[in-house]
């Protein structure tokens, strides 16, 4: 049976986390429109990106905006002329919602440039709920007997992680630098390793530090400390554009250094022959396509990834972004619908 109303959070005004921008409320159970499936929610992970939206670093793109886009749950029901994906089937609800599937991005299979495409929990409502919806082309068919819990990260943190691997260049069995060491890098880490990569972690969080130590990096130090030995390839992942000469000077020759996140802070002044010269690159990640949404996912099912997670009732969701945004969470928060504070 599925309810006529739902607990929902939703952006009321943006502002910094102190100010409480998100407010609980009772909504309508969305329907599913044309192509469309409802979906239960059984988790959502918190993500940096919906701290960026709350908090209005990213421009709200309609009032009232329900956030989350790493939500895994099970069809509840179909919309018009969607037949792909059936009542029960078990999905994971992404960053990446639709395209446009005509524009010449979209026709080179570079469908995360679209300029029309719009995104779970900015455009529509996402997994900050008990129920969301979903075109089902973009919903990803998930494992059963993984817990959801440990599955939600992987719809964003892990997805969005893996295509800045692959914009980082590196080569095989090569050198990489993490700067940063949350619920992305943390995925990002265990790939590259997995891969052959040498993983030296920067960040500014100890406990991170100890989390990366476990899962195989070969060093860890502060986020400004020089690696110990000149870096192949670095992704940044921390929000904070300082941060970005002092990984294109831990770079070796040819290096490339990634920038995963959406919103970033300003980057000053780069000094050529010290961070660019002897052909560095820096490079941006946008978003992802469903390409590599699938290649990473079947990446994970095969060697099976430690998912650090600490888990929230969705009523605290609140309290979980206020967690994010101080550091206080070991790899995702995740936001369990059913389970009570």
């Not at 749950?73 to 919602?97: H, N």
């Not at 998912?307 to 609140?318: F, H, I, N, R």
């Not at 972004?321 to 928060?333: C, F, Q």
Request: glycine fraction near 10%; charged fraction near 20%; include cysteine.
């Amino acid at each position: 049976m599925i309810p006529v109303e739902m607990d929902a959070w939703v952006v009321a005004r943006p502002g910094p986390v102190s100010t409480r921008p998100l407010r609980r409320v009772r909504v309508p159970v969305p329907a599913p429109g044309p192509g469309e499936v409802l979906v239960r929610v059984e988790a959502c992970a918190v993500c940096r990106t919906d701290l960026h939206l709350a908090e209005g670093d990213l421009p709200p793109r309609r009032p009232r905006t329900t956030p989350g886009h790493e939500a895994v749950g099970r069809v509840a029901a179909t919309g018009p002329s969607a037949g792909r994906l059936t009542p029960g089937t078990r999905v994971g609800v992404a960053w990446l919602r639709s395209t446009c599937g005509r524009c010449r991005y979209c026709a080179r299979a570079a469908e995360n440039l679209c300029p029309y495409s719009a995104y779970t929990g900015w455009h529509a409502d996402g997994g900050y709920a008990e129920y969301l919806t979903v075109p089902e082309d973009f919903a990803y068919r998930l494992p059963e007997e993984v817990p959801a819990e440990k599955l939600a990260p992987l719809l964003c943190a892990g997805i969005v992680g893996y295509r800045a691997l692959l914009r980082s260049d590196l080569p095989p069995g090569g050198r990489l630098g993490v700067y940063g060491f949350g619920a992305s890098a943390h995925l990002t880490a265990q790939v590259a390793i997995a891969q052959g990569a040498t993983v030296h972690v920067l960040t500014r969080s100890a406990t991170a530090r100890e989390l990366a130590l476990e899962l195989g990096a070969a060093s860890v130090g502060d986020a400004a400390d020089p690696p110990p030995e000149p870096l192949d390839a670095a992704i940044l992942f921390a929000p904070a554009g300082e941060l970005v000469p002092v990984a294109l000077a831990a770079l070796d020759r040819g290096g490339t250094l990634a920038v995963a996140g959406i919103h970033l802070t300003d980057i000053p002044a780069l000094n050529y022959r010290r961070h660019l010269f002897q052909e560095r690159t820096l490079r941006s990640v946008t978003a992802n396509t469903r390409a590599d949404g699938r290649e990473f996912l079947g990446i994970a099912a095969a060697h099976p990834l430690r998912v650090a997670t600490t888990p929230y009732p969705l009523d605290a969701a609140d309290e979980a972004l206020a967690a994010l945004a101080a550091d206080r969470v070991e790899g995702a928060a995740v936001l369990l619908p059913g389970r009570f504070a």
